[in-house]
């Protein structure tokens, strides 16, 4: 013991290591700290205070917001971490608020940039990337929108090419590239009628969407002009709620179903209730149809599989989705079925008077509500054999790796159904697939963001490919079942297994909401989330809103919810009968 306490002499020496603790404090603390963190001027509020804006201030509140937004994301002194660029809004924003005209905005713009220190433009490296979304960053050219001298710093600002991002606001996993966003603050004890922070959660959003959403090209909305829409928005919310409504509809007009709004306040969750009706809904022949009563409360639930839903409380149904719709952001109308899940039934009260049609009678059911998520995790087999020697997966009630055993048992059936109507509890993208192909074949192109140039995405060199040399493959009938439930990891296992020789997928399109969830934080102890990478099929045509569409188009009919049929299991049975 003594010869191995000899080996660190400098222990004994408490001078020398109190400064050998320091060097190593200081340099951890270098590595996780940044000199952003100890600013903390503005954290008992902006200071900020607006009820409304004249025409002028929108403007140029608008203008503060886009170059606020391409400095956050490519100025070396913000990515090192040296700036508080959250307090440094708050420190420009009156002036900005102040100045009479464009010019003068321009003006104090250009001063305060200036200010961060000297830009080094670095080329572009050349490569054979083939970029799917380019940034649009013309406005920064257009001396007609800001004047020369203003646009001539931001142009050199944006031709940084910076890729190193460790305590940037957003820096990239190390593992797979995904974007992340740990460095924006929550700001949880936020003043909701502070006006600072209030723009700070619109600027924030508005140009995470701007630089690091994949599909801004195709949302069907101009972001620009949701901008202007939102600032007054935003300025003119009285109280929390007001605010976290505002930012919910905001995620709506991405029209993305991976966008979502957490609310760790549970102010957002207060508002809409925290009961449930025990039922889950379809959209079958246009109509809002119950197509579950959930075992767990089936016996005191008044509802039957097969009622059309009229009402909701005295109000149209789909008045009722319009409503909530304002505050769920959805690919399409179909995906109200996942999405509204947990929010189209939703109340405060213990009741909710449901009116339906049930045989061709009008009826007005006083349903019980219940507080209980777990309702709706209902268990089933996920795997069986069916008669004539057919196999049947539900991927959404695997557990990890029993993939392999089903699959032993299943080798020699005549077909297999895969039910991917259910989210998946286990990844079976590439697992599944290797028993299913003959051979390693290309399913899906991904792509990613330029992490030197924000706002660019790429596809990645390689397609993403599943399967491998296999004589031993599975040689029977594949058929894949998908519906409007299919959403994300669903629908990238379906772009997977359907490569399989002998598949059919059947049913109705899928979500259209497909690759990664990319969360980051907004003011007032909120977590929201995008989709994070571009999904493509292998000819590059899109799958995000569009979805993934069947081989044999086939939705359920209310006549055969009624009758307890599952329509789809039938059509996949047919299919590998014939």
Not at 161 to 171: C, M
Not at 425 to 435: A, F, K, P, R, V
């Amino acid at each position: 013991m003594n010869k191995e306490k000899n080996k660190y002499p400098w222990l004994k020496k408490p001078i020398l290591a109190s400064i050998v603790i320091l060097i190593i404090t200081t340099v951890m603390c270098s590595f996780f700290v940044s000199k952003r963190d100890f600013d903390k001027e503005f954290a008992a509020g902006s200071h900020i205070k607006l009820e409304q804006l004249n025409k002028n201030q929108s403007e140029n509140i608008k203008k503060l917001c886009k170059v606020w937004g391409l400095v956050k994301y490519y100025h070396p002194e913000v990515i090192s971490g040296n700036v508080n660029w959250d307090y440094e809004l708050f420190r420009i924003m009156p002036k900005v608020l102040e100045a009479k005209d464009s010019n003068e905005t321009d003006k104090i713009l250009y001063k305060w940039i200036y200010k961060l220190g000297e830009v080094k433009e670095n080329p572009k490296d050349d490569n054979d990337e083939e970029v799917m979304l380019k940034r649009d960053i013309d406005w920064i050219k257009n001396e007609k929108y800001i004047n020369k001298e203003l646009s001539d710093l931001l142009i050199k600002i944006s031709n940084t090419n910076i890729s190193k991002r460790n305590k940037a606001y957003v820096n990239f996993s190390m593992l797979d590239g995904l974007s992340k966003f740990k460095n924006e603050e929550k700001y949880p004890n936020m003043n909701y009628d502070d006006t600072g922070y209030k723009l700070l959660s619109l600027f924030r959003y508005w140009n995470i969407i701007e630089y690091y959403y994949p599909y801004k090209d195709i949302i069907g909305e101009d972001w620009d002009s949701v901008l202007t829409e939102f600032i007054p928005k935003f300025i003119e919310t009285k109280g929390e709620l007001e605010y976290k409504l505002a930012i919910s509809e905001l995620t709506t007009k991405i029209h993305d179903s991976h966008a979502a709004v957490n609310d760790y306040n549970g102010t957002l969750d207060e508002y809409f209730g925290d009961k449930l009706a025990p039922i889950e809904f379809g959209l079958i022949e246009n109509q809002i149809v119950i197509k579950k009563v959930l075992p767990k409360y089936k016996d005191e639930c008044s509802l039957k599989e097969g009622d059309i839903v009229l009402k909701i409380d005295n109000k149209d149904i789909f008045e009722v989705v319009k409503e909530k719709t304002k505050y769920r952001s959805l690919t399409k109308k179909s995906a109200i079925v996942n999405s509204l899940k947990y929010l189209l039934f939703r109340t405060k009260d213990d009741n909710m008077q449901i009116t339906i049609k049930r045989d061709n009678e009008v009826i007005t059911k006083d349903v019980k509500c219940y507080n209980d998520m777990d309702m709706f995790e209902v268990k089933s087999d996920a795997h069986k054999l069916l008669e004539g020697n057919i196999g049947y997966i539900n991927p959404g009630q695997l557990k990890s790796g029993e993939i392999d055993e089903i699959m032993k048992k299943f080798m020699d059936t005549k077909g297999i159904i895969i039910d991917l109507r259910e989210y998946p509890s286990d990844t079976i993208t590439y697992s599944l697939g290797e028993y299913l192909m003959p051979k390693e074949v290309s399913f899906s192109k991904i792509s990613m963001v330029n992490q030197s140039v924000p706002g660019e995405f790429a596809l990645l060199d390689e397609d993403l490919k599943v399967g491998k040399d296999n004589k031993n493959y599975y040689k029977g009938k594949v058929t894949i079942l998908m519906n409007e439930r299919t959403q994300s990891n669903g629908e990238f296992t379906v772009m997977s297994l359907r490569k399989a020789p002998n598949a059919t997928v059947i049913g109705s399109d899928s979500i259209g909401a497909d690759g990664n969830v990319a969360e980051f934080s907004l003011p007032g102890n909120l977590i929201t989330s995008i989709t994070g990478i571009g999904v493509f099929n292998p000819d590059k045509s899109q799958t995000q809103i569009v979805g993934i569409k069947p081989n044999i188009y086939i939705e359920p009919t209310v006549k055969g919810i009624k009758e307890n049929r599952d329509e789809l299991i039938e059509k996949a049975i047919e299919v590998i009968n014939n």
